[in-house]
Structures are given as structure tokens and as C-alpha cells.
């Protein structure tokens, strides 16, 4: 081992060594933290970082060590590291970097992986030794490098510009209701901060699946059969089916509908205003005993209660609070250039705006589809247009290659 020329073995060596160092450097300092690398700290750091790189090479020829971190074992090598750490961090459950580790768990910080020293290192280590090797296949340039070139500093700029723009990068949420707008966002650590854009909220629409029956155990709440509870879907089309031991028969259905308080029994009416909630008059009939059970079933809403059915001793015929099946905002946007855009938002659908992308997260859920309040994520990443830079070029260099693989079998016939 470290006769010349090294090989594999001295390249996990290395690998070795930056883990246990990374040990070494999280039990005595603690974890490393990317919330110093934010502008222009990131700015200056990653300039000095590529000079370093340009030095490091200029002095290749009088260093074997050097020359030999664009070896392919010393790629390999690095790269192996980083996959198993990416495994165990697969394997060991992540908690936020925010809430505080003890024993082994801090020692070895594998439960927050990106910020472990161990990683850090050799995450560092094997982002050097891909730009080393890149800027010596530049300085030594063939038209046939073309898609290494912008396969290897395609992804030299994915990494450093995600590490380095992990600072800048802002994930606030901000809570609307409808017919005011809102310019201030919390945090995660909710602080309240302005924003240089505001969002009015016009209208919030819910689209529900229909509602469901089911039986529910008296005792535990549970629906019916446990492990695999059965439900009937009110679809418009729908007027009977069974429920294990029971047939159900709908006998009128209300969409919108309110609670009213009788002497006997409490009964539901149209009720097309805020607050409605889904109602149905069914009977129930069991098909081994006879016995007959009629009355309204809802699912209630923020201002009527629930309503079920007792059907015996043991079980009792309910209507679930209705799944949302989509929910939208549509917003207004103003930002302090005084422009201004209307836009629809949904769940997987942000609106993008002056580099700011916004996101539907939340809503009033007691209110549920009455809600006049919506919440939403808005996250800036400055330096995502770097990121998306290397994987346009990683992909380019893939049509490349597959270019060149072909015009060289079209010469080889």
C-alpha cells in the first residue's frame, strides 16, 4: 500500500480517513451548518473554491498526489463513500436540523446526514476531485470531450451551486382570507417577515369525492370489519347496497343541507349558504334479523353536528367528513415593481412571480369547504437557475454521447 502508482486501496484510505476525521470533528466542534454560506459569503466561497482548483492543477506536474486525484480509483473511490453514507441515510430515519441530538446519534450524526462532518468532508472530497479531473480535460480540449466536458461540469455545477445556495434559499408560509391582501410570512422558526410582493385571495374552492357510509364498532370507533373497513359511495346514481348484514336504501339526498331541532328527533333541511353540510334520508334493513332502522345520516359540517344511526347494540351506520379531492386559490399578486397578475393556484401547480414560487399548502380544514382562509408556501432559491445550468448540460452531454456512439458505429460498418 502507497507504492506508486496508488490504486483503489489508497483511495478508500483516503475515504477512510475523511470519515473518520469527519468523527473526530462532529464529536469535538458538532455539526457542520450552511447558514454562514449565504450571500455574499457563498459568493466569495465559491470563487476562492474554483481558484484553488485552477492552483491545485496548475501544480499537478510537481505533485503526484495531485495528479493522482483525477485518477479513475480515486473517482471510484469517492464516489462509493458518498453512496453508502447516501444509504445508511436512506436506512436511518432524518430529523430536522433544528432539534438537538445526544449520544451516539450526535456523535456520529447520521440522523441529520447533510450536515454530519463525516459527509460533509466526503461530499468535499469527491466534488474536488470532479473538478479537477474537469479542468484537466478542458485545459486538454478535443471536440471528442464535448459531452465529458458537459457531463462532469454539468454536474460540478448542480452540486456546488445546490451547497452553496443552500443558505439563500427561502421556505416561508403565509396565511390569506378572502378579500385582504397579505404581504407578511413566517418562517420556520416563525418569525414574521415582509415580503417584497403581496397575495389577495379572491375565492377558495374545494372539489370533495362524494360522501361515504359506513359501520363503525359502538365500543372503539373503528369502522367495519376491522383491517378492512367497507364503504358505500353516494355517487349521484346511487340508491341502495349492502353493508355487511345491512341494506341500505336511499331515500333523499340533500347536498346542502342544515340540522333543524324537532321535538322528536333532529331533522334536515335546504339550507344553499355558507356552513351546508351533505345529508341523507336512508333506511336500513338487516337480512338476517328483519330488524328495520330509518332516519338522516351526515356528515355534519363547522356549524351543524353529525348525525348517525344506532343500527344495534354494537354498531351504528355514519357519514365520514368528505375527502377534498382538489383545492384551489385564486389569488391576486402585487410586488413593489407594480406588477400585478391574477392566477389560479392548486396543490402541484405553483404560480411563479419575480422569482418567487408559490405554492398551495393548507386551508381552514375545520371549516372545510367553507373556508374563506388559505394558506400558502412560497419558496425563493436564487441560485436555482446554477442548478438547472449543470442538469441542462448533464442532459446535453448525454445527447452527445449518444450522437457520437452512433456516428461511430455508422463508421465501423
Known amino acids: 500500500m502507497w507504492q506508486k502508482p496508488w490504486g483503489y486501496k489508497e483511495g478508500f484510505a483516503i475515504c477512510g480517513g475523511l470519515f473518520l476525521t469527519g468523527i473526530f470533528l462532529q464529536m469535538t466542534l458538532g455539526k457542520c451548518t450552511l447558514s454562514i454560506l449565504s450571500y455574499p459569503v457563498n459568493v466569495c466561497v465559491g470563487l476562492l473554491y474554483v481558484v484553488i482548483l485552477l492552483s491545485a492543477y496548475t501544480f499537478s506536474q510537481k505533485s503526484y498526489f495531485i495528479r493522482w486525484m483525477g485518477s479513475c480509483q480515486a473517482a471510484v473511490s469517492s464516489m462509493v463513500s458518498v453512496a453508502v453514507l447516501t444509504v445508511v441515510m436512506g436506512l436511518i430515519r432524518q430529523v430536522k436540523s433544528d432539534i438537538p441530538l445526544s449520544g451516539i446519534e450526535n456523535w456520529l450524526g447520521f440522523s441529520q446526514m447533510l450536515s454530519a462532518c463525516s459527509f460533509v468532508l466526503l461530499f468535499l472530497w469527491m466534488v474536488t476531485l470532479l473538478g479537477l479531473t474537469t479542468i484537466r480535460r478542458i485545459h486538454h480540449f478535443h471536440w471528442r470531450d464535448v459531452p465529458f466536458v458537459l457531463n462532469h461540469l454539468g454536474l460540478f455545477l448542480a452540486l456546488t451551486g445546490a451547497v452553496l445556495g443552500n443558505a439563500d434559499m427561502e421556505r416561508l408560509h403565509m396565511t390569506t382570507k378572502i378579500g385582504q391582501a397579505e404581504w407578511r410570512a413566517s418562517d420556520e422558526n416563525q418569525k414574521m417577515r415582509e415580503l417584497p410582493l403581496a397575495i389577495e385571495l379572491q375565492n377558495f374552492t374545494i372539489d370533495e369525492y362524494p360522501p361515504k357510509l359506513m359501520l363503525i364498532d359502538n365500543e372503539t370507533g373503528k369502522a367495519l370489519p376491522v383491517g378492512k373497513p367497507e364503504n358505500l359511495l353516494i355517487e349521484d346514481d346511487f340508491h341502495a347496497g349492502h353493508l355487511l348484514d345491512w341494506e341500505i336504501h336511499i331515500e333523499k339526498k340533500l347536498p346542502l343541507a342544515a340540522s333543524v331541532a324537532t321535538q322528536d328527533t333532529l331533522n334536515f333541511v335546504d339550507f344553499p349558504s355558507m ?139
Open 275 to 413: 356552513g351546508a353540510a351533505y345529508a341523507v334520508y336512508l333506511t336500513a334493513v338487516n337480512d338476517k334479523t328483519g330488524r328495520k332502522h330509518e332516519g338522516w345520516v351526515s356528515c355534519g359540517s363547522f356549524m351543524f353536528p353529525y348525525k348517525a344511526i344506532r343500527l344495534d347494540d354494537q354498531t351504528s351506520l355514519v357519514m365520514p367528513e368528505r375527502e377534498p379531492r382538489r383545492f384551489a386559490s385564486e389569488v391576486k399578486v402585487y410586488t413593489e415593481s407594480g406588477r400585478r397578475d391574477s392566477a389560479t393556484i392548486e396543490v402541484n401547480k405553483p404560480f411563479e412571480l419575480e422569482g418567487w414560487k408559490i405554492y398551495q399548502l393548507s386551508y381552514d380544514e375545520s371549516k372545510g369547504r367553507w373556508s374563506d382562509i388559505s394558506v400558502f408556501e412560497l419558496v425563493r432559491d436564487p441560485w436555482l437557475p446554477v442548478v438547472y445550468t449543470g442538469i441542462w448540460m448533464m442532459i446535453a452531454g448525454a445527447v452527445c454521447l449518444f450522437a457520437l456512439s452512433q456516428k461511430r458505429k455508422e463508421d465501423n460498418v
